[in-house]
């Protein structure tokens, strides 16, 4: 049986459980080296688990709830306004477990455009951009 908390490498013994001894002594140990198989979305570094969080452009520029798959489940997590793609925000205490607690969890923000926009939705976003370069003299 695998405690909670095991990492790559770890070597565990199983005392007594390995070949008999030479002449009627005691049976030898196992040594068993674990090996953490990759997994489709997260990634561990250490007691650290790092994973995406897809965020909707509106939650991005505004800030809001996103739910993100984390170890225990989904969850919802703060976004602050204004979070550029690729930021990395954290979940303390969501990661691994090992002796002293948990672990974090790093998540990378993915920022999803919309699709399929209607023409209202366009032209509000025409009128950002123009906005946009009112205030900053680029075009």
Do not use: W
Request: cysteine-free; proline content about 7%.
């Amino acid at each position: 049986k695998i405690k909670p908390g095991a990492f790559e490498g770890q070597v565990l013994r199983l005392k007594g459980k390995g070949g008999p001894g030479a002449g009627g002594g005691p049976s030898g140990d196992v040594l068993i080296t674990t090996h953490i198989l990759p997994h489709p979305q997260f990634t561990l570094k250490g007691h650290h688990v790092y994973g995406k969080i897809p965020v909707d452009l509106y939650t991005a520029l505004l800030g809001g709830k996103a739910k993100v798959r984390s170890l225990k489940g989904l969850i919802n997590m703060d976004i602050p306004a204004g979070t550029a793609n690729g930021a990395v925000l954290r979940l303390k205490g969501m990661g691994m477990p090992f002796s002293g607690g948990y672990g974090d969890f790093y998540g990378e923000v993915s920022v999803t455009l919309p699709d399929n926009l209607s023409e209202p939705e366009l032209k509000l976003f025409r009128e950002l951009r123009e906005l946009s370069e009112k205030k900053t003299g680029n075009k």
